[in-house]
Structures are given as C-alpha cells and as structure tokens.
C-alpha cells in the first residue's frame, strides 16, 4: 500500500541551527501539506502545497519556515533558525485532491535544545 | 472553535462493548470530515470519511454520523478491541478551502 514518508524519524538540533525535514509523498497524489504537533496537543496546520507553489499558510508558517519540492519526489520543511518552541512532531501529508482524504506520514520528531 | 490543553478527554470500554467517541466541529461551512486515529508515537491514520450530503457512512466495524443542525460528529467502533485504543481525532475541511482542520483528540482506552 502506498504511503508517505518522512525523514528523519528524529532530529535533535541546537537553537539558531537550520533544520530539513524531508518527505516523500505518495506518487499519484498533488497535494502536499505539513502539520505539527506539540507534545499533547492537536494536529495544527502549517502549510499546502500545489502546482509547485504555497497554496495556504497558517500563522505558525511565519519568515523562518519554507517548503520546497525539489524534484519529483521529495517535499521538504526548512526552519531556518529553530527555537525551543519549535520542538514537536511533524507531519507530512498529501492527498489525490485538496478535499479528499489526507495521507499522513509517521512524522518527524523535532527537539530543540 | 476547541481550546487546545494537555488533557484529552477520555473514553474507556471494555474490549468487546461498541464505542462512541463525539465532535463537535465549528465551522458550519465545513463540508467534509475525517476520522483520524493516532497510535503513539505514529501519525494520524485515515479510518473514516463523510461528506455534508450524508449523514451515515459505515465502514468496516466504524460508522460515522454527522449531525449538521447542531454541528456534530460521531464515530462509532462495534465490539472495541485492545488495538483500538488510540487517541481519535475528528478534522473538517470546506471544499475550496484546502486544510484539514482537527479537532482536540480523544483517547480511548479499551480494558481487556
């Protein structure tokens, strides 16, 4: 069965550094989106991603987060300059079309220290 | 909308008893909705969908009812097993509107 997944399962960074979080979204599918989520708390929304350019962003998505899709397959999250309150799981997902279901990957653990 | 905190409700069952885990969604334009379940430690996993047209879906063991009058979705789970225990979150998109929007989380813990 096709899935999305995310590199790396867990990344530990230092504040100030710059981090990637990479994905590969499922194969067929054009919509690409990133979600966090802070230990115990819900699923929040950060950004969608279609036709190669941002198609909605969320407050959290402020000048220190960007996505790319480089090629054909790999979607990533850039935090330029991480903070301790970036620490969180995040996820990727993508879906066939922008309001048929989400496919979501196992996530990336992201501790600042 | 939800306020967001530490403390997720909590449903407990008996393995074997049916479950009802309920939402209640904000936005009235909201035509789309999702049943996600999240093991720890993992993602949230697509169990169940509906669209505002509808207000039953049944799928395999999990049925879905939308209550659009008073903005409200249930998932139901028939004879509950110790692999169902997870945290349960509900999302709502608007077509046109591309992000899923989820709800707080519910945990459900199934005593064997």
């Known amino acids: 069965e096709p899935e999305v997944t995310q590199t790396p399962s867990h990344q530990v960074t230092q504040m100030g550094q710059e981090v990637i979080l990479r994905c590969v979204p499922i194969s067929n599918h054009l919509y690409f989106y990133w979600y966090r989520q802070i230990l115990g708390q819900k699923v929040e929304f950060l950004v969608s991603?279609?036709?190669?350019?941002?198609?909605?962003k969320s407050e959290i998505f402020d000048d220190q987060f960007s996505v790319e899709r480089p090629d054909g397959s790999n979607f990533t999250l850039k935090i330029r300059s991480t903070k301790l309150e970036d620490s969180a799981m995040y996820f990727c997902?993508?879906?066939?079309?922008?309001?048929?279901?989400?496919?979501f990957g196992q996530g990336t653990r992201l501790t600042v220290v | 909308g939800e306020s967001v905190g530490l403390h997720l409700p909590t449903l407990s069952v008996q393995e074997g008893d049916n479950s009802i885990i309920n939402c209640a969604y904000s936005?009235?334009?909201?035509?789309?909705f999702i049943w996600y379940k999240q093991e720890s430690g993992k993602g949230p996993q697509f169990i169940i969908d509906?669209?505002?047209?509808?207000d039953k879906r049944q799928g395999q063991r999990v049925t879905v009812l939308l209550n659009k009058t008073v903005k409200h979705l249930s998932l139901q789970i028939a004879a509950t097993q110790p692999g169902d225990s997870a945290v349960y979150f509900c999302a709502e998109n608007m077509q046109g509107n591309t992000p899923l929007v989820f709800g707080k989380g519910t945990r459900l813990s199934v005593i064997a």
């Open positions: 936005n009235s334009a909201s035509d789309y």
């Open positions: 997902a993508s879906s066939e079309m922008e309001d048929t279901e989400a496919f």
């Open positions: 509906i669209r505002s047209n509808m």
């Open positions: 991603f279609y036709n190669n350019e941002i198609s909605e």
